[in-house]
């Protein structure tokens, strides 16, 4: 049975800190969205919400609004916002961009790389092995994501950051639906090669590493 997204957002029980709500909604949104608590095609009712969650419309329209920009709901003619639905397709193209953007963003940052983000990019890797192993697609998806979006705050041109962040947010909707399971394996080592070249100030290993990757992912697109 679908959990309802209510479940999602616990306002008495959050310590914002620095977090603004709409910061707060946005990511309770992407999670839902990730999880599968709001599906492909399903509708976002933002009037719902607010009578739901207790709070104004205002940040609930601009998380929306943020979901937008990275491409993972849209507005149909008919004024409703819904989920996208990312077939094979979508996200053979979205990994032919994020291709190319990413290897600008070594090129940029290869020597730049802390030694702390290198160990967390290893962890992620693993993560995403064990999740996998649990046949757990979400969680294999959203470790291989943060393995790739990690050095992107090592880069310095925003239009490069945003760039990435969008597509790669396609990419993961997209590669939990894929018509066959990434062989994670093969990522793995491509992924710890990535590192390797980074660690070592290698730019033509990672660079290749990258490409490999991609092709990895590609062939689970491509079936």
């Keep these: 049975m679908k959990r309802e997204p209510q479940n ?40 719902e919400y607010v009578e739901r969650w207790g709070i104004s419309r205002t940040p609930i329209r ?69 999740a996998a192993k649990r046949l757990d697609a979400v969680s294999t998806a959203r470790h291989n994501f943060d393995f790739f979006n990690e050095l992107n705050s090592v880069s310095t041109n925003v239009y490069l950051r945003d760039a990435l962040d969008s597509v790669i947010h396609v990419i993961r909707l997209g590669s939990v639906w894929l018509p066959q399971w990434v062989d ?19 730019l033509t290993q990672a660079r290749t590493a990258v490409r490999q990757a991609y092709l990895t992912v590609l062939t689970a697109a491509e079936q």
Excluded at 19 to 41: C, F, K, M, N, R
Excluded at 66 to 71: A, F, P, S, T
Excluded at 184 to 202: C, S, T
């Design 62 to 130: 601009e998380a929306v609004q943020r979901l937008k920009h990275i491409g993972l709901v849209v507005s149909s003619p008919n004024r409703y916002t819904r989920i996208v639905e990312i077939d094979a397709e979508q996200t053979r193209q979205a990994l032919t961009a994020w291709l190319a953007l990413y290897d600008a963003l070594l090129v940029e940052v290869h020597g730049k790389v802390p030694a702390a983000k290198l160990r967390v990019m290893r962890k992620h890797s693993a993560d995403a092995a064990k």
């Design 8 to 47: 999602v957002l616990a306002f008495d029980q959050i310590d914002f800190g620095r977090q603004s709500v709409a910061d707060i909604v946005y990511h309770a949104l992407l999670d839902a969205i990730y999880e599968g608590v709001l599906a492909p095609g399903e509708h976002l009712n933002e009037a």
């Design 184 to 202: 994670v394996a093969a990522l793995g080592e491509v992924q710890a090669q990535i590192v390797m070249g980074l660690e070592a100030g290698d």
